[in-house]
């Protein structure tokens, strides 16, 4: 595939992933359809999604601020990461940009059929919840092992200090991002540690569970801006993670985590790991992650025309 850099804050991208120049993306929020081509756009003032949103879960609007955001962060951990809609959506729209799922339809598709979204589509979205609540939020990227700006999370200020929300690996419950030193946080199964490194300028995200440390990603601290956010979600596109199922939920003592048809679940205690029959995969992922079936069987159907191999279904 022919492949020309486009520079964004040194950001080098595919060709025919259609890309527009930093002032197109900044324009966005000047446009009409800055709400449809941007799902960074401020909330409305008495943003109707979060009042659907809040009534939705049963949060009273009149608690104190801080109870409020973790209320809500508390509700978002229940739409589970989720690469199905994406590749519906990138296989039936015409660009990259129609393929962006902005926060009305993510939360609209969960409401109808329990779907969630991967963690560029859920950082926007509750980063737009964040806000609505007159919150100072932002959006952060983060380097996995296999190339930078490969993740991302949204950092809300309280008390003047930056605290970590990541939709995407499940933590929506604000977490202090440290400039030195480490924060650790323990969960239902494993324990969560944020280390500084860098002088701060990044931080490490690790797990621990029975003794054993993982590395997991470093995110990089400062905030990003429309162009480098979008950029990165649209580069998303093309990652591998595109051709087969791939969906995580945290649900009492236990997360879930399925790749391909190889399911995992993990408890503080044990991880128990098997294969999914392909002709089950649809049922199963119903059963684990809540999801509609239908959306299951147009995923795997899309997947199965493009020959990918474990993608289920007859």
């Known amino acids: 595939m022919l492949r020309m850099e486009v520079t ?25 359809a800055s709400a449809i081509l941007d799902p960074l756009a401020l909330p409305q003032p008495d943003s109707p999604l979060l009042a659907e949103f809040l009534r939705a879960f049963g949060i009273p609007r009149d608690l104190p601020p801080e109870q409020l955001l973790s209320a809500v962060g ?19 729209s015409g660009s990259v940009v129609e393929s962006r799922r902005v926060p009305a339809v993510v939360l ?6 329990g779907t969630g979204g991967t963690c560029f589509s859920l950082t926007a979205t509750l980063l737009h919840l964040i806000r609505a609540l007159g ?3 932002e959006p952060i990227l983060a380097d996995r092992r296999y190339g930078a ?26 977490l202090l991002l440290p400039e030195t030193g480490e924060i650790a946080r323990d969960t239902e199964f494993n324990q969560v540690l944020l280390r500084a ?34 950029k990165a979600w649209d580069a998303s596109f093309d990652w591998d ?17 399925l790749n391909r048809n190889r399911l995992q679940v993990r408890s503080s205690q044990d991880v128990t790991r098997l294969e999914v029959d392909p002709n089950q995969l649809i049922e199963r992922i119903q059963q684990e992650f809540g999801i509609a079936p239908e959306v299951v069987a147009n995923a795997l159907a899309i997947l199965n025309r493009q020959g990918v191999r474990d993608a289920g279904g007859s």
């Open 8 to 32: 964004c804050k040194s950001t080098t991208l595919p060709n025919r992933l259609r890309w527009r120049t930093r002032a197109a993306y900044n324009a966005d929020a000047m446009t009409h």
């Open 74 to 92: 508390a509700a978002f951990a229940r739409l589970p990461y989720e690469n199905l809609t994406k590749i519906i959506r990138a296989a039936a």
């Open 108 to 113: 609209a598709d969960h409401f109808q059929v």
């Open 135 to 137: 919150w100072r939020a």
């Open 149 to 174: 700006d490969t993740h991302c999370a949204l950092v809300v200020w309280i008390d003047g200090r930056p605290h970590l929300l990541d939709p995407g690996y499940l933590i929506t419950s604000p």
């Open 197 to 230: 490194t860098a002088g701060g300028s990044r931080v490490e995200l690790r797990t621990r569970q029975n003794g054993h440390e993982s590395m997991r990603l470093t995110f990089k601290s400062a905030p990003v801006d429309r162009c480098e956010f979008l």
């Open 241 to 257: 993670m595109m051709h087969y199922p791939l969906l995580t939920r945290v649900s009492g003592h236990r997360q879930t985590f």
